[in-house]
């Protein structure tokens, strides 16, 4: 019976991942198709949305058996309610990545970004991608010092962020209303993305030590006087 309770959830962790590695590539196909118009891929994305719900309910359910039925405590205990935790900060990412997908599709056979902003757009999408390929190997690995870093990692997606401002605000801006305010969802849909990746890392973290992100930077900071 034990075993079978460790193989489940090995299997929770394995979901993880999973969602993980579908919501990193769903945001990097979401930009493609926002960049180049691209009808068919947007579709893509948006109808493979489901599979991570699907996933994330199904994990739930587990979840919510193996506390039911287990009454896991302490450290079993944390990886339940974590990976609860986790699985909606994956569902909410996948649910972003969609909605780039679909603003590319509302604007087909346009495309939301002006041509000045194609580079900073698809710097976005990238670093977003490859936060979340991040985020996975935390989930795998378990790895607290590269959890950690990914709050670092995100800086640049903060900056990139404001850069979008930066054109926004410029009076030189020339595209109108109806772009600003595309550019302006897609720089948040971003942003949160990349939120959310950090947030799963940060969970990891709390997983394996049992303290939170911040507190581990608060006693790895010098002592005034010291």
């Given amino acids: 019976m034990r075993d079978a309770y460790h193989e489940e959830l090995d299997s929770i962790g394995e979901s993880l991942v999973e969602m993980a590695r579908l919501v990193g590539s769903a945001v990097g ?5 926002m960049l180049d118009a691209d009808l068919k891929l947007a579709e893509s ?21 193996l506390l039911a039925r287990q009454q896991p405590v302490a450290t079993d205990l944390r990886i339940v309610v974590t990976s609860l935790r986790m699985s909606a900060d994956l569902e909410r990412s ?4 969609q909605h780039v997908a679909k603003l590319a599709r509302l604007r087909f056979p346009e495309t939301a970004v002006p041509r000045d902003l194609h580079s900073t757009i698809l710097q976005m999408g990238q670093l977003a991608q ?8 935390v989930i795998i690995t378990k790895d607290v010092d590269l959890a950690l870093q990914l709050e670092h990692d995100d800086d ?4 990139l962020h ?3 401002f930066q054109h926004l605000m410029d009076d030189r801006w020339k595209h109108g209303i109806e772009t600003a305010v595309d550019v302006t969802l897609l ?12 947030s799963v ?3 990891v973290v709390y997983l394996v030590t049992g303290e939170h992100a911040d507190e581990l930077h608060q006693s790895d900071a010098p002592v005034e006087g010291a």
């Fill in 187 to 198: 720089g948040r849909y971003y942003e949160r993305f990349a939120d959310h990746a950090v």
């Fill in 156 to 159: 640049e997606m903060d900056l």
């Fill in 162 to 164: 404001r850069t979008l």
């Fill in 201 to 203: 890392a940060k969970r």
């Fill in 29 to 33: 196909r979401a930009t493609t198709a």
């Fill in 94 to 97: 996948g649910d972003l990545a």
């Fill in 130 to 137: 490859r936060l979340m390929a991040k985020a996975a190997e």
């Fill in 45 to 65: 994305v948006i109808a493979a949305d489901q599979k991570v719900d699907d996933l994330q309910h199904d994990l739930e359910a587990r979840a919510i058996a």
